[in-house]
């Protein structure tokens, strides 16, 4: 087994943690009282763990029924807790915490996992340090709906969709944009964001839009998509859809597209040396808008 986390600093050890859920029974990734939410029981069982509280820290803050295969978070822990990590008997060649990721496995409940823990390198911020984050979301237009195995996470769409219309209409969103027109607006929080990828790929039935960029406000993917559903029904077309960028708030003329399609599949990071400098630039650039980013 590798060498216990050392103390990085102020008595406590940062560690990365790779989480993928099910969000269909949950009111999101953010704690809220009296809400079931992805980091309420992740923190809770980690409080458990440790037994001193502790708070997880997420690349994005997905909206409820959102789900995630590759959230990203932090999570702090008091130096002097950390051998609380580790088992009496340590398995040969095991990962650090792998005994850690199995006693969660065993905690958590089914629609929740952290796939894998390991030590944050230095200038490590879940949020702060990412480059991009990347989501996907999945659409059935089968007449019977969608396959039962996929229910949970595909949204059945009754009517056809024009995908080359969508796919016309997704270029003329891409770029450094103010996005207000797609974001529920929050007082003091920018809208501007840089869109590098919105993509529409059908297979049959189904169809998939694919969403990247440096990060995201809130309700901002699920509106995207809204938009181009209603391109892809000849509802509203190409130009339309680059007029909306001109907004200053949320348009009424669209419908946010149902959470249950929508999926966080990645985010991605630069290299351990640059993680600092990378940390400190996004705070600098999101210092009008005190939240974290959300999407949904």
Request: glycine share 8%; aromatic share 6%.
């Amino acid at each position: 087994m590798n060498m216990p986390a050392t103390d990085t600093g102020g008595g406590h050890v940062r560690l990365r943690l790779d989480i993928a859920y099910d969000g269909t029974d949950f009111a999101g990734w953010a704690t809220q009282a009296g809400h079931r939410t992805v980091a309420g029981v992740v923190d809770d069982a980690l409080t458990t763990i440790f037994r001193t509280p502790v708070v997880t820290r997420a690349a994005g803050r997905t909206d409820s029924g959102v789900h995630a295969t590759g959230q990203v978070a932090h999570v702090d822990v008091p130096a002097g807790a950390l051998h609380h990590a580790y088992p009496r008997t340590p398995r040969p060649a095991e990962p650090e915490f792998g005994p850690l990721v199995r006693r969660l496995g065993r905690m958590l409940t089914e629609d929740v996992r952290v796939r894998g823990i390991t030590r944050a390198p230095e200038g490590f911020d879940a949020r702060f340090s990412a480059l991009r984050r990347h989501y996907v979301y999945r659409l059935s237009t089968a007449p019977y709906g969608v396959e039962p195995a996929q229910a949970r996470f595909v949204t059945a769409w009754p009517r056809p969709l024009d995908v080359g219309a969508m796919t016309a209409a997704a270029q003329t969103l891409l770029g450094l944009r103010d996005f207000a027109a797609f974001c529920r607006h929050r007082e003091g929080a920018t809208t501007i964001r840089e869109l590098q990828r919105l993509d529409c790929v059908r297979d049959g039935h189904r169809i998939e839009v694919l969403v990247s960029a440096d990060a995201f406000c809130w309700n901002m993917v699920r509106s995207l998509v809204g938009a181009l559903l209603a391109v892809g029904e000849h509802r509203r077309d190409a130009a339309w859809c680059a007029a909306l960028l001109k907004s200053t708030r949320r348009s009424s003329d669209f419908a946010a597209a149902p959470a249950r399609g929508l999926t966080l599949v990645g985010v991605d990071y630069p290299p351990d040396d640059e993680l600092l400098a990378r940390n400190l630039v996004t705070r600098d650039l999101r210092t009008a808008d005190p939240k974290a980013p959300d999407a949904g």
